[in-house]
């Protein structure tokens, strides 16, 4: 099925809320209601409940990454801790870290605060490593989390068997700082929870044009004096911002649930989050249901940013996907896959992600979280709050804060240099598998 996993399991369809029907006035205008405009509309309200804040969305809260991901909420980066401290600082780096790890549990509190059912399990995350080169880099990243005061175990053989029962495990690492959650679960428990608070939703209203005070759509303009990019892979369609990110897709595939014969022998018993330490990157989860969700990357870069439905589904990925999760665990063999999905992530020149606000203008944004962003908008609302009400914290001097990354290359270099990038992290792998 094309449909997604989580679609499926979180009811099925919506009706969708009401369009923007005329013009508006408030003090905070956020372009979308994926998490990182529900996130900042959940903290704007908590920081000041009388703050006027409306969400405009093109298609229905949670339809784009926030809704199809994989339920990662980890600490995860994904600019290396060394590459901060080049850029900011040792300690800036720490900082930055720290507040990822913390802010994994504080959506789960929040889950639980707001009655969001969303099947947050904090089992932490497995980096299986399978070959002798995935081995060394399980050593090395290890190593590296301790020099900068972070827990990252190290795995033996048979202590990593035991957490994930995959094949040719050598060891691996556990990370506690992940949960698994059922992504479209907490978009929409988000979206119901900040409607209680009094900010408004406007579905299928896309946005035209984002200008300083204003958002114009075609049904009518919200003024403000504040203006929230909340669009991740979307925004290349924005006017002005064809190049601020590049969308990538990621494709996902689910098993029917298992038998508890099947679970006994892999493992996961605390639904633990795992990958393998491949240069491509690959990502799974035990859901709640008792079904083998996974996902990775592999599917091209579409010429000038472009964005369609059919892009969601790319046989060829989804195939490999199968393939590489019956490789991982063969007693998967005969088992039946019951959904085939996909989306776009935003992926910022320097893999960088970043939340600001130009208060001249009153335009601000956050994004470009490479796919790590469950927990990260979490972080990205917290801290554009802070911005918007004008309170200096911790978070605002974090430093992915008014970080402004460069534009990608225009076309066709843009396409030529994404793809080859693609071909090569694959063909380095398979060079890899042929030396173990």
Known sequence: MTVSLWRDTAGGAVAPRPRLSGDLDVDVAIVGAGYTGL????YLRRADPNLRVAIVEAEQAGFGASGRNGGWCSGLLPVSLPKLERRHGRDAAVAFQ???NTTVDEVGKVAAAEGIDCDFAKGGSLGLARSAR????????AAQAAAYGFELELLGPAEARARCGATDVHGGTWNPHCAALHPLKLARGLARTIERQG?????KTPA???APGAVRTAYGTVRARFVVRATEGYTPGLPGSRRAVVPIYSLMVATAPLPDSFWARTGLAARETFTDLRRLVI??????????????????????SAVRPSYDTAPRVHDALRHTLRELFPALDGTEFTHAWGGPLGIARDWHPSVGLDRATGLAWAGGYVGDGVAATNLAGQTLADLITGHETERTALPWVNHRSPN???EPLRWLGINAGLRGVVALDALSRLRS
């Not at 900010?199 to 579905?203: A, G, L, R, S, T």
Request: a negative charge; aromatic letters at 18%.
């Open 208 to 210: 035209l044009e984002l």
């Open 98 to 100: 720290a507040a990822m």
């Open 408 to 410: 990608w290359e225009p």
């Open 134 to 141: 995935q081995w060394h880099e399980a050593r090395a990243e």
């Open 39 to 42: 996130w900042t509309a959940y």
């Open 283 to 304: 990502y799974g989860q035990r859901t709640a249901d008792g079904r083998l969700a996974f996902g990775g990357r592999g599917a091209p870069y579409h010429f000038g």
């Open 199 to 203: 900010v408004p939703i406007y579905e």
